[in-house]
Antibody, heavy 121, light 107 residues
Framework: QVQLVESGGSVVQPGRSLRLSCAAS????????IHWVRQTPGKGLEWVAVMWSDESSKYYTDSVKGRFTISRDNSKNTLYLQMNSLRAEDTAVYYC??????????????WGQGTTVTVSS | DIQMTQSPSSVSAFVGDRVTITCRAS??????LAWYQQKPGKAPKLLIY???SLQSGVPSRFSGSGSGTDFTLTISSLQPEDSATYYCQQANSFPLTFGGGTKVEIK
């Protein structure tokens, strides 16, 4: 079935880096925009970034700009989130999610199971 | 950033009841609103997009309405499997933002 599977979550010290991956299957990955969304018990759901099928179009929430980079490898059907200079407040479950719309946001119709990032010394 | 405010934060109702959840945007977002259902330990599930369009496979007891700043998610006849937390999300502009959630419980 149509699926997204995240990986790469871990426990990491503040200031360190981590790369998350999101592997897609059973759909035309290269034609869809894909989001990263994170969730913490205290702050609920927080949108992090999106990359459209046009790889030049990407957007970030302010709190991760300059620290996180979203990228994709369409030949591998995989989306990435490179997270640098990690902070305690980046601790969350990170989900990747497929955008319904082709060139604008409608909603996210396919989600992964999530991968947990814990930033702690 | 556009702030999304949901009310109530929690609701408890009987099976068969009609349940209404409200979402208010801090500025107009036309019809660029989505609703999600999330059960414990699971990823969110898309229910409604563009304020009133039912996502494929979602039961017809779920409906959405509204435009501008005020939106509503209605469950017409609450079922036991509807026990979950519901979130609204604006899709009008970046950064995308979510409401704080409404927990629906079965009495």
């Amino acid at each position: 079935q149509v699926q997204l599977v995240e990986s790469g979550g871990s426990v990491v010290q503040p200031g360190r880096s981590l790369r998350l991956s999101c592997a897609a299957s059973k759909f035309a990955f290269s034609t869809y925009g894909i989001h990263w969304v994170r969730q913490t018990p205290g702050k609920g759901l927080e949108w992090v970034a999106v990359m459209w099928s046009d790889e030049s179009s990407k957007y970030y929430t302010d709190s991760v700009k300059g620290r996180f980079t979203i990228s994709r490898d369409n030949s591998k059907n995989t989306l990435y989130l490179q997270m640098n200079s990690l902070r305690a407040e980046d601790t969350a479950v990170y989900y990747c999610a497929r955008e319904v719309g082709e060139a604008s946001c409608y909603g996210m119709d396919v989600w992964g199971q999530g991968t947990t990032v814990t930033v702690s010394s | 950033d556009i702030q999304m405010t949901q009310s109530p934060s929690s609701v408890s109702a009987f099976v068969g009841d009609r349940v209404t959840i409200t979402c208010r945007a801090s500025q107009g977002i036309r019809s660029w609103l989505a609703w999600y259902q999330q059960k414990p330990g699971k990823a969110p599930k898309l229910l409604i997009y563009t304020a009133s369009s039912l996502q494929s496979g979602v039961p017809s007891r779920f409906s959405g309405s509204g435009s501008g700043t005020d939106f509503t998610l209605t469950i017409s006849s609450l079922q036991p499997e509807d026990s979950a937390t519901y979130y609204c999300q604006q899709a009008n502009s970046f950064p995308l933002t979510f409401g704080g959630g409404t927990k629906v419980e079965i009495k």
